[in-house]
């Protein structure tokens, strides 16, 4: 293992709910897909060392990519489900601690990032967040309404999520190997008896999963470009 971090970025799936003809990582938003700006901003980290891309067996679209040919971007072949793809990636992970990204979080903010890395090498890992800001509703499978649920203390989960890379591997081999539900690297890491930290993130690091998310990230990159323009004596710079 070295110094610095991996990152993960899951890409496997096609994104069925934005009913494209490509997976929806690939589709287009302010002049580049999905997936590269979600790795150029870890690109951008002066602690990343290393970028795994999980992707499908026949995927053609990542190779046209001008991120494919950066030399610290690897790619492994995802799983059906994402913690195989995590945990695909883990075994070739470099670094001691490991970064997950979902390839469809175009928007993920440096700040965010720089405050994510600072809390979980303070203690078994961290995830982003953002609280929950709505009243929130439990229903019947008919959607009819059973309970109004407290909203304090609950919490949006977002990425990424940064934990050390092995007990995360072991995390992720347990519980697949038991049947567990893995929904995120945090509740792997949550049934393996880890103490995980919420990082509070901005609310526009939003997945793109429905058509009309597209116009809503490329809104938020239009605001974080015009954000870096606007303090000119920043350390990270744009991937080549």
Same mark, same amino acid.
């Given at each position: 293992? !070295?110094?610095?971090?991996?990152?993960? /970025?899951?890409?496997?799936?096609?994104?069925?709910?934005?009913?494209?003809?490509?997976? %929806?990582?690939?589709?287009?938003?302010?002049? @580049? !897909?999905?997936?590269?700006?979600?790795?150029?901003?870890?690109?951008?980290?002066? %602690?990343?060392?290393? $970028?795994?891309?999980?992707?499908?067996?026949?995927?053609?679209?990542?190779?046209?990519?001008? /991120?494919?040919?950066?030399?610290?971007?690897?790619?492994?072949?995802?799983?059906?489900? *994402?913690?195989?793809?995590?945990?695909?990636?883990?075994? $070739?992970?470099?670094?001691?601690?490991?970064? /997950?990204?979902?390839?469809? *979080?175009?928007?993920?903010?440096?700040?965010?990032?720089?405050?994510?890395?600072?809390?979980?090498?303070?203690?078994?890992?961290?995830?982003?967040?953002? +609280?929950?800001?709505?009243?929130? %509703?439990?229903?019947?499978?008919?959607?009819?309404?059973?309970?109004?649920?407290?909203?304090e203390q609950l919490w949006?989960?977002? !990425?990424?999520?940064?934990?050390?890379? =092995?007990?995360?591997? +072991?995390?992720?081999?347990?519980?697949?190997?038991?049947?567990?539900?893995?929904?995120?690297? =945090?509740?792997?890491?949550?049934?393996?008896?880890? +103490?995980?930290?919420? /990082?509070?993130? +901005? =609310?526009?690091?939003? %997945?793109?999963? *429905?058509?009309?998310?597209?116009?809503?990230?490329?809104?938020?990159? &239009? &605001?974080?470009? =015009?954000?870096?323009?606007?303090?000119?004596?920043?350390?990270? @710079?744009?991937?080549s």
């Amino acid at each position: 293992m !070295t110094a610095g971090l991996t990152a993960i /970025v899951p890409a496997a799936g096609i994104g069925s709910r934005m009913g494209a003809e490509v997976p %929806k990582q690939y589709l287009q938003v302010a002049d @580049k !897909t999905i997936i590269e700006h979600s790795i150029g901003v870890l690109l951008c980290h002066p %602690k990343v060392v290393q $970028v795994i891309v999980a992707l499908a067996p026949h995927d053609d679209w990542f190779e046209r990519l001008p /991120v494919a040919a950066d030399p610290r971007v690897l790619r492994v072949e995802g799983g059906a489900e *994402r913690a195989y793809s995590v945990l695909n990636a883990l075994q $070739v992970a470099c670094a001691d601690w490991v970064l /997950v990204h979902d390839a469809a *979080r175009p928007c993920l903010c440096l700040g965010d990032l720089d405050a994510l890395i600072a809390t979980a090498m303070s203690c078994d890992g961290a995830i982003l967040g953002s +609280r929950v800001r709505d009243t929130m %509703k439990r229903t019947d499978a008919a959607g009819n309404i059973l309970a109004t649920v407290e909203r304090e203390q609950l919490w949006h989960a977002l !990425t990424p999520q940064m934990f050390p890379t =092995a007990p995360l591997k +072991r995390a992720l081999e347990e519980g697949l190997a038991l049947g567990a539900l893995i929904t995120d690297e =945090a509740s792997a890491m949550e049934r393996a008896g880890f +103490r995980v930290r919420m /990082v509070e993130g +901005r =609310a526009d690091n939003i %997945k793109v999963t *429905r058509p009309e998310d597209l116009s809503l990230a490329g809104l938020f990159l &239009q &605001q974080q470009n =015009a954000r870096q323009q606007a303090q000119p004596d920043s350390s990270f @710079k744009e991937p080549s």
